[in-house]
């Protein structure tokens, strides 16, 4: 089991960047794939990009390729998120979510056992 911890999120104008932390407990951290998901008001929790144990393989939505890199430490069993060119309708609650790697990258949310509380984004104009 893991339990996860998000940090990192904040008030931004469009153009700016934050960086995502997601700390994890336990032993086993490098087992995992991790996710990051977001959610905004009144839409369903959506994918936006996820990572393998080994972060050798990383997965995007479309709508944040090229601004977005997902990445890990297992050393200190952390997963971030740099978001770069941020845009207001990247506004949205962010969660991390985390996996048992089974050598597929999942982007659905039910595919995922474990997740965070999230963290705020909000991105003015």
């Known amino acids: 089991q893991v339990q996860l911890v998000e940090s990192g999120g904040g008030l931004v104008q469009a153009g700016g960047s934050l960086r995502l932390s997601c700390a994890a407990s336990g032993r086993t951290f490098s087992s995992y794939a991790m996710g990051w998901f977001r959610q905004a008001p009144g839409k369903e929790r959506e994918f936006v990009a996820a990572?393998?144990?080994?972060?050798?393989?990383?997965y995007y939505t479309d709508s944040v390729k090229g601004r977005f890199t997902i990445s890990r430490d297992n050393a200190k069993n952390t997963v971030y998120l740099q978001m770069n060119s941020l845009k207001p309708e990247d506004t949205a609650v962010y969660y991390c979510a985390a996996r048992i790697d089974s050598g597929i990258i999942y982007s659905l949310p039910r595919n995922y056992a474990y997740w965070g509380q999230g963290t705020q984004v909000t991105v003015s104009s």
């Open positions: 990572l393998s144990w080994s972060g050798g393989n990383t």
